[in-house]
């Protein structure tokens, strides 16, 4: 197995540890929000939403820690594209899913929501490795290293 796959296969199991923790923080403000007699679809998005902001910070700091970090600007972009990558995934599936589980099959909504969380994860997984966390927008390190050698401007070659 090369150093990439094992770096991926890493990557997917604290991914996973994160999620998990996610599902408690989900199931639990599910819980609440029903138990305060919060209809359930308001419920189900507010939950996902507040386990998307979660699951963020955990990311950022565990699960692709190692593709460095340069300034709030940057953290702030993979924050808007997570939020809107997992969070549209996490959120329209989600609600689709909930909506047929409950709606249709008349599942219980926490039994409901632990399937429909299983059923957005590898997608979710997918797109943070591969767009979201995919390292800096701009390599600050590697332009200033470049413009410093060539004595310019770094953007040239």
């Not at 540890?17 to 209809?39: D, F, K, N, R, Y």
């Not at 709606?103 to 059923?119: T, W």
């Not at 591969?130 to 590697?142: C, H, I, S």
């Amino acid at each position: 197995m090369n150093s990439e796959t094992w770096r991926t296969g890493a990557r997917w199991m604290k991914f996973n540890l994160v999620g998990a923790i996610g599902i408690a923080v989900q199931m639990a403000t599910l819980w609440l929000l029903t138990t305060a007699e919060v209809e359930y679809m308001w419920a189900t998005a507010l939950a996902v939403e507040l386990t998307v902001l979660h699951n963020f910070v955990w990311h950022e700091h565990f699960t692709w820690a190692d593709r460095g970090r340069t300034n709030g600007w940057d953290a702030a972009n993979r924050l808007l594209r997570f939020n809107l990558t997992t969070g549209a995934v996490s959120i329209g599936g989600n609600l689709v899913l909930m909506r047929l589980l409950v709606g249709e099959a008349h599942l219980r909504p926490i039994v409901a929501n632990l399937l429909s969380i299983v059923g957005c994860s590898l997608v979710n997984f997918l797109v943070s490795d591969r767009w979201v966390f995919r390292g800096p927008l701009w390599p600050v390190a590697n332009l200033d290293a470049k413009t410093s050698a060539a004595g310019g401007t770094g953007l040239a070659e």
